[in-house]
């Protein structure tokens, strides 16, 4: 049996080799599967973090519906450092990530991201947070909608007001806001 069937079974199975109490709607599940698939060796647990982990960042980088080269390798960067994956792995795991989160949003969007939490501590929850933080500010400045996006996860994630504007602190020269304030010219956009 595959990991895919034994971590969530599909409709009418009769054997549930895994406890998939929490597990979520039928669109999380598909999402979370569509990344797991990459990674279909790991350990049950480590590849729903991974796979969530993954989402959640990927979401954050397509923000504007495009996820350049550079926020690519960043991304996978940030999955080899948060997750251990070896950066074959993190290659194909956020290629798929990258597809899911431009091809679904909205609610699947806050389902994958509420299953990290309940995954995830909450020291992980920040470093991934961060991740998206910095993914956002990967042309030298978070526009509006990214730095939405990333308020929408950190809400998400249920992370503690003071913990979150000490991280946003970390990236305040990096808003696009900001950089106008000061007069310092914004990045130009990724082209697509």
Do not use: W
């Amino acid at each position: 049996m595959s990991f895919l069937r034994r971590f969530f079974p599909t409709e009418g199975s009769a054997a549930h080799a895994h406890d998939t109490s929490g597990a979520g709607s039928v669109a999380e599940l598909e999402m979370v599967r569509a990344i797991i698939a990459r990674i279909d060796d790991l350990p049950p647990d480590r590849a729903r973090f991974v796979a969530c982990a993954a989402y959640v960042i990927a979401r954050a980088a397509s923000a504007d519906m495009h996820v350049s080269e550079e926020a690519s390798r960043y991304m996978e960067q940030a999955l080899v450092k948060q997750t251990g994956l070896d950066p074959a792995e993190a290659a194909l795991v956020v290629e798929t990530a990258k597809l899911q989160a431009l091809a679904t949003g909205g609610t699947d969007d806050y389902l994958v991201t509420r299953e990290f939490r309940a995954v995830s501590t909450t020291e992980q929850r920040l470093d991934i947070l961060r991740a998206c933080f910095a993914v956002a500010a990967i042309n030298g400045s978070i526009d509006a909608a990214a730095s939405f996006t990333v308020d929408e996860i950190a809400l998400e994630l249920d992370l503690e007001p003071p913990a979150l504007a000490k991280l946003r602190g970390e990236f305040a020269d990096r808003f696009s806001a900001v950089q106008e304030m000061k007069g310092e010219p914004t990045p130009p956009a990724d082209p697509a």
